[in-house]
């Protein structure tokens, strides 16, 4: 999966009040892109030195370590960008071979989203300021404290003997299929939500749920958790077609267009490919 990046190493421990020096990384979005140093078929994290001129007012937050390397987000673009850098769409991650650029960029991604939806605080609309001893926002007016948020999400395979029930999502681009997924409720248990998501996406009962595995997935928010379960493939199909276009099964011979083992979801697929599942 795309977090596995071994033998590079990841840390997100939190270092407050740290700066960066020019050996760090910087990473800066704009939407959904990201600034990169432009190698060719490769790429790599921008350094602060890469920038040739950083007003003393210029903001940076800390992320987390890449190999040991801090990780610097920026709001705004430095003056005097260095040749070579260039903004790349966030789903680079699904095609190239550097996992460990792209899982900072995407863990960054997160973060960033994190702070920018938590500029002001939620109960009074104060602007919030850094706590100063973890990753958190504080009200300097209520006192209010903001965590990063994730937000829990089932994935599962649904198993009938040597077939695998996919889904296709109405924002699915092609014919790409996927498993059942959807957020856990306020008041459900993990195994509570699947239940319910598999019935009212597909009008399905399941069974002998078991845990898979799970994965952070930094586009959404999320972190997906992952499960297999059963259901009688004899069991009518109710599509709900506000979130589906399509849903089938489908044997280890025959599957359509799914996602790679990046996500858990292609990696559950795989699997099941494999009669590994």
């Known amino acids: 999966m795309i977090q596995e990046i071994h033998p590079h190493r990841f840390n997100n421990h939190y270092q407050p009040g740290k ?125 209010a404290i903001a965590y990063p948020k994730i937000s829990p999400a089932i994935i599962v395979a649904i198993l009938c003997g040597d077939h695998i029930l996919l889904a296709r999502g109405n924002d699915f681009p092609g014919a790409w299929y996927s498993l059942i997924a959807g957020y856990a409720d306020i008041g459900e248990s993990l195994e509570e939500a699947l239940v319910r998501e598999v019935r009212e996406e597909t009008g399905l009962d399941v069974w002998n749920i078991r845990y898979y595995g799970s994965q952070p997935w930094p586009l959404s928010g999320s972190m997906m958790i992952g499960f297999t379960a059963e259901a009688d493939d004899r069991q009518t199909l109710q599509i709900d077609h506000k979130e589906l276009a399509d849903a089938a099964w489908f044997q280890k011979d025959a599957l359509p267009h799914h996602p790679p083992a990046l996500s858990i979801a292609g990696e559950m697929i795989e699997k099941f490919e494999r009669g590994k599942l």
Do not use: S
């Open 19 to 143: 700066q960066p020096e020019d050996h760090d990384f910087v990473l800066y979005y704009q939407d959904k892109t990201v600034l990169l140093k432009d190698k060719g078929l490769e790429a790599e994290l921008p350094r602060t030195r890469d920038f040739a001129e950083i007003p003393p007012e210029q903001e940076f937050i800390f992320l987390f370590t890449l190999d040991e390397t801090p990780c610097f987000l920026t709001w705004n673009l430095p003056d005097g960008i260095g040749t070579g850098l260039v903004f790349r769409d966030i789903h680079f991650f699904r095609n190239t071979w550097q996992k460990e650029i792209a899982w900072a960029c995407l863990a960054g991604l997160h973060l960033r989203d994190w702070y920018f939806a938590n500029r002001y605080c939620g109960q009074c609309g104060t602007a919030t300021c850094h706590k100063p001893d973890e990753r958190a926002l504080v009200c300097p007016a209520c006192g």
